[in-house]
């Protein structure tokens, strides 16, 4: 019993350390363990603190401020925010030793960030997407269980020709843990988009959209030339895989 209290003020002492010593001052010592992660100008601690730059796989993904804390006796919760010029988010990272979970990811992400992604080589389109995911999980590094959408909001053509596109969202609703479907659909009265966007559990994900113009919405047909495939009864299908 008396081993216990001691090891247990160990630790005690132990965080109390850690909370109150700069993470900067031994960054350089743990930072291999971070890798591909790299944080740059740290302020705070391991368990409070933020970073003006934070770059993954040498990638700049902008601006970090987190809270680390133990939410169960098998988890540790970090409260994360994540921004820069294109996005903004926040969310709760929770790492169990089988799992990692993110739960209440909200945010925005502006709409350029795949607009070369979608190669809309013929137009020019403004707006942003607005994130609302409830429960994102993954085991093994694969995921496991998504449920969530994401929304346009303000979508709008700027070229050829100035006109609202209405909202495009995807929801993700299916417990089925070997491929997690987000069922897209389209709110506009110049353009119908029906599909689905597919991720599997070998790391694999699929797009497949079908993007049909309105009647006599000639400036849209002539905007998506570019996106996919032309289909025979008219519009476009997209279908793009990768791997994450």
């Known amino acids: 019993m008396k081993l216990i209290k001691i090891l247990f003020y160990l630790v005690v002492?132990?965080?109390?350390?850690?909370?109150?010593?700069?993470?900067?001052?031994?960054?350089?010592?743990?930072?291999?363990?971070?890798?591909?992660?790299?944080?740059?100008?740290?302020?705070?601690?391991?368990?409070?603190?933020?970073?003006?730059?934070v770059k993954y796989l040498g990638m700049e993904v902008g601006q970090a401020e987190w809270l680390?804390?133990?939410?169960?006796?098998?988890a540790v919760t970090m409260n994360l925010a994540l921004k820069d010029e294109n996005y903004n988010f926040s969310a709760n990272l929770i790492k169990t030793l089988d799992s990692q979970i993110v739960k209440d990811l909200k945010g925005t992400a502006d709409w350029k960030i795949i607009d070369k992604l979608l190669k809309f080589n013929h137009g020019e389109l403004s707006g942003y997407f607005d994130f609302d995911f409830k429960h994102v999980e993954m085991k093994d590094g694969a995921a496991y269980r998504?449920?969530?959408?994401?929304?346009?909001?303000?979508l709008?053509?700027?070229?050829?020709?100035q006109k609202d596109m209405g909202e495009i969202k995807v929801v993700f609703s299916d417990d089925n843990p070997e491929i997690m479907v987000g069922l897209v659909n389209s709110k506009s009265n110049v353009l119908n988009v029906s599909g689905a966007i597919y991720i599997h559990r070998n790391h694999r994900w699929e797009v497949k959209l079908?993007?049909?113009?309105?009647?006599?919405?000639?400036?849209?047909?002539?905007?998506?030339?570019?996106?996919?495939?032309?289909?025979?009864?008219?519009?476009?299908?997209l279908n793009i895989a990768g791997f994450y």
């Open 146 to 154: 998504i449920l969530g959408s994401v929304v346009t909001k303000e």
């Open 210 to 237: 079908t993007l049909i113009p309105s009647p006599g919405e000639y400036e849209i047909e002539y905007a998506l030339q570019s996106i996919g495939d032309r289909r025979p009864g008219g519009g476009r299908a």
């Open 68 to 74: 680390i804390y133990p939410s169960s006796y098998n």
């Open 156 to 161: 709008t053509l700027l070229k050829p020709i």
């Open 13 to 53: 002492i132990l965080l109390l350390i850690v909370s109150f010593t700069p993470l900067n001052f031994y960054y350089s010592n743990i930072s291999r363990e971070l890798r591909p992660i790299i944080l740059e100008n740290i302020s705070g601690s391991a368990i409070k603190g933020s970073a003006q730059s």
